[in-house]
């Protein structure tokens, strides 16, 4: 029986995937891998980021394959990343070397080097534009000739600039940061223990989930949390990427630019009251440190917000709590066990339905002797 068993489903299997490919391609048509390259920057870069894996091609593959599902795109390419041998590690990467695209900040109006706007849909309408219907790969072309040349003219230049967080701890306004030298530990090839160390808290969060991340962080500016965070500075841009030469590891005139990465950085701002000598009370501020691949700021924000609640753990609160908000916000653990609810369960059903029925005739049973 169970030979006939496992024949039976295996080619129901067979079946229910040609029919999800037929499902994919039923409309007669196929997107190019390059076409979703070009024209889902912001899906390209969520799947990117929670895939801890920077590759915008085989992003556009998982998500054509996932048929635009992100976390199903995310599973694709975390499976594929697990495969590839780990060659070389980069250098440490300095975000003060940002090329920096776009950079503001809501704790101040006038910041060294400006405030750059950037590409960001912060001042849109948010309303549909039904002339995309019709938009032609030429049109793009004379509208992207026509904007390059009002906008570029001659060489760009690198754009460098300093951290706004800078000034206020030349100031004496926010502590400052120690160098920590220790090799961090990787989430990818250990299992997570509690405490955790921050090294692996920054990870799960920036593979995190972004609907997770958001909500939980959403959650602790309504009051489920102790903070009334302002974002001290947002950048987005390219980091450069260097590894060491083989025989000559760190020596800075012999390392290997490889690349470069496009990333979101945040730092958040955090109000605290702070009791000093004789009890006087003081006003300081925290910092919050988000970064995520690409430009998903939203996510960058709540990265920034959760890592200082982990960073000061109360047990009044779940969003202080990191195990928590760890073990919750990962969206291939978190859609895994709960797709996982889809499988079957014949044996524990069976058992617990003959629980109630059994429960259910002894019930009949004593109510018939009752009457009698």
């Known amino acids: 029986m169970g030979y006939v068993a496992v024949k039976g489903g295996t080619h129901a299997i067979e079946e229910s995937i040609k029919r999800l490919k037929y499902e994919r391609v039923h409309h007669g ?41 992100p976390e199903e795109a995310v599973f694709l390419l975390r499976a594929y990343r697990s495969t590839v041998p780990r060659k070389h590690y980069s250098r440490v990467i300095e975000t003060g070397q940002m090329n920096v695209d776009r950079r ?36 793009v072309q004379e509208w992207l ?12 230049q690198q754009l460098t600039l300093p951290k706004v967080l800078d000034y206020l701890r030349k100031e004496g306004l926010i502590p400052t940061c120690e160098n920590n030298d220790m090799e961090p530990d990787d989430v990818t090839r250990e299992s997570l223990e509690f405490p955790s160390s921050r090294s ?17 962080a959403y959650a602790v500016i309504r009051g489920y ?24 590891a760190g020596d800075d005139d012999d390392a290997f630019y490889i690349g470069e990465v496009k990333v979101t950085e945040v730092e958040m701002l955090m109000p605290v009251t702070v009791e000093k000598e004789y009890g006087k009370k003081e006003l300081e501020f925290e910092i919050g440190y988000g970064l995520v691949f690409g430009q998903n700021e939203t996510k960058a ?53 003959d629980s109630v029925r ?3 005739k002894e019930g009949i049973s004593k109510g018939q002797e009752v009457k009698s």
């Open 29 to 69: 048509q196929t997107i190019e891998v390059e076409k979703i390259k070009a024209g889902m920057r912001g899906l390209v870069d969520q799947v990117m980021s929670e895939s801890s894996l920077y590759n915008e091609t085989l992003a556009a593959l998982a998500i054509k394959q996932a048929e635009g599902n």
């Open 358 to 360: 059994k429960t259910k």
């Open 200 to 216: 692996q808290r920054l990870q799960i969060l920036t593979r995190g989930e972004t609907g997770a991340i958001t909500s939980l």
């Open 301 to 353: 924000i709540a990265m920034g917000i959760l890592d200082n609640c982990l960073e000061h753990p109360t047990p009044d609160f779940p969003s202080h709590n990191e195990e928590f908000v760890l073990y919750h916000i990962d969206s291939v653990e978190s859609t895994g066990f709960i797709s996982h609810l889809k499988m079957p369960h014949y044996v524990t059903f069976q058992s617990k339905l």
């Open 104 to 139: 503001i900040s809501a704790s101040f109006k006038d910041i060294p080097g400006g405030q750059i706007l950037g590409a960001t849909t912060d001042y849109t309408h948010r309303l549909l534009d039904f002339n995309l219907m019709d938009e032609s790969d030429a049109d």
């Open 225 to 248: 949390g102790a903070l009334h965070p302002t974002v001290g500075e947002l950048r987005v841009g390219t980091l450069p990427v260097t590894i060491d030469h083989p025989t000559d």
């Open 145 to 156: 000739h026509q904007y390059l040349n009002e906008s570029f003219q001659g060489d760009e």
